[in-house]
């Protein structure tokens, strides 16, 4: 089985523009969740997605949000990019609903804010 | 807010000895997850313990559930090389909504 991808794996972007990053879960895994990781903070969790609906929320702003298609795939967007908001953005998917299940991570997008 | 500390921060050993790293939180967990990262990579799952007072074992590394259900532990027995990385633990809250990473130990082996 093909594992989980995510595109692009590296983004420059200025402050103040948008981005969006996509994230294609492994077959038949309908759970996905989305990290940022940061040398200061660590590895924090954004949100999780399972059957299209946002099930577990983070302490991110607003400006973080995230869709999940009927193919499972999904979305991240932030908008109004700020420097701090450099990190290795990375998503995983898992078989069930739920934060209690084994997490395959994607090999991340680096995401570089000017 | 929850947090889950990891100590040590860093550990250097020799290859052959001993390591272990240490993951306490401020709330009770439901569950805990082990994560490894190689240098440049992506987490990768290693195992979960649920049980209070669980222990389990993978060849040279063994993990231990505190009785409390607030800490864990990863000892890894005679260190390789190929067991660099940093090594994370999560523990999971608030009804299995709430994942929390921890601080992460990085470990270096030298030959």
């Known amino acids: 089985k093909a594992g989980v991808t995510q595109t692009p794996r590296y983004l420059i972007k200025t402050r103040g523009q948008q981005v969006t990053l996509s994230c294609s879960p492994i077959?038949?895994?309908?759970?996905v969740s989305w990290y940022q990781q940061t040398p200061g903070q660590g590895l924090q969790f954004l949100f999780e997605?399972?059957?299209?609906?946002?099930?577990n929320k983070g302490n991110f702003p607003g400006r973080f949000s995230g869709r999940q298609f009927s193919n499972s795939r999904s979305e991240m967007n932030v908008s109004t990019l700020e420097l701090g908001d450099s990190a290795l953005y990375l998503c995983?998917?898992?078989?069930?609903?739920?934060?209690?299940?084994?997490?395959?991570f994607g090999p991340g997008t680096r995401l570089t804010v000017t | 807010g929850q947090q889950v500390m990891q100590i040590p921060q860093y550990q250097h050993v020799q290859e052959g000895e001993d390591f272990t790293t240490y993951c306490n939180s401020s709330?009770?967990?439901?569950?805990i997850q082990w994560y490894k990262q190689r240098p440049g990579g992506h987490p990768v799952f290693l195992i979960q313990?649920?049980?209070?007072?669980e222990v389990k074992k993978q060849k040279r590394l063994t993990f231990q559930f505190g009785e409390a259900k607030k800490n864990s532990s990863l000892h890894i027995t005679a260190t390789q090389t190929t067991d660099v990385g940093t090594y994370f633990c999560?523990?999971?809250?608030?009804?299995?909504?709430?994942?929390?990473f921890g601080t992460g130990t990085q470990l270096k082996v030298e030959l």
């Open positions: 709330t009770t967990l439901s569950n």
């Open positions: 999560a523990g999971l809250t608030g009804g299995g909504n709430k994942l929390t």
């Open positions: 077959s038949g895994h309908r759970s």
């Open positions: 997605y399972f059957s299209e609906t946002q099930r």
């Open positions: 995983a998917s898992s078989l069930g609903s739920g934060l209690g299940y084994e997490q395959y």
């Open positions: 313990l649920v049980k209070s007072g």
